[in-house]
């Protein structure tokens, strides 16, 4: 009689039960219909979408450094208008000390001309001053168009086809600017008077184009805060952006973060 090994049946049983014979049975079909393993998800957005997402990200980037380039200009011509305005003051009170002097200065006198000198070198100054090496935007706004021809009106885009004028303020001592004539060596004393009536007047005249600046930007940024203005915006592009681009990763949004920082 055949004795039969149970360990070898119980092994054998399943084995020809369970054969893996290259077809799956129905549970992984079915589990593989259901839940599509391993394949994404398809991107929700078409790619027109994505594309007009990065094309008004980027005009609103573009506004945004039009802004910035605007603000530093501006900061620049004003804190520039508060130095003319100081060295205005300090011609005028060393012409003043001069004609009053008694007994009256001959043409001569070495300290006259030492006073008629300083009047020089001040007003070349001044228009040194009005186009600054590091900022052309703040050129435009104070230079001489003789002198520096991009010098004039700039607009500024603000967006949705909306646009302001940051006006020029010229603040060089030529004829259209503060008008602050030239004084020589040898300028008499009817010359003098008529430089200190010029420099009263270009104390008034610049004051004017401080307000005009002021003015204008206040109708580019009414709340007087566009950095945090600008910061808000771009914020609020980086969700939209994060929002409408499914895992872009950090490379993708890291133009926006470095806004914000």
């Known amino acids: 009689m055949a004795i039969i090994n149970p360990i070898n049946s119980m092994n054998q049983a399943p084995f020809a039960i369970n054969r893996d014979d290259g077809t799956p049975g129905s549970a992984v079909r079915q589990t593989v219909a259901d839940h599509k393993i391993n394949t ?75 006073v008629l000198r300083s009047f020089s070198a001040f007003r070349r100054e001044i228009d040194a001053l009005t186009i600054p090496p590091q900022n052309q935007g703040a050129a435009k706004i104070m230079a001489d168009p003789a002198v520096f021809p991009q010098a004039g009106n700039q607009t500024i885009a603000l967006g949705n086809g909306e646009s302001r004028t940051l006006q020029a303020q010229q603040l060089h001592t030529g004829p259209t600017g503060l008008n602050i004539p030239a004084l020589s060596d040898t300028a008499t004393d009817a010359e003098v008077h008529t430089a200190i009536g010029n420099l009263d007047a270009a104390q008034i005249t610049l004051g004017r184009r401080q307000e005009g600046l002021s003015m204008d930007w206040a109708t580019i940024v009414p709340s007087g805060k566009f950095a945090d203005t600008a910061a808000e915006q771009t914020s609020v592009e980086l969700g939209k952006f994060i929002a409408q681009n499914p895992g872009p990763g950090f490379t993708g949004v890291r133009p926006l973060l470095s806004q914000l920082a």
């Open 40 to 114: 994404p998800p398809p991107n929700p957005l078409p790619q027109a979408t994505l594309g007009n997402s990065h094309r008004a990200l980027g005009q609103r980037q573009a506004i945004n450094s039009s802004l910035n380039e605007a603000a530093i200009s501006t900061k620049v011509a004003d804190k520039t208008m508060k130095t003319i305005g100081a060295r205005i003051g300090t011609m005028r009170s060393q012409l003043d000390v001069m004609i009053k002097h008694y007994p009256p200065f001959l043409s001569s006198n070495p300290d006259r001309i030492k």
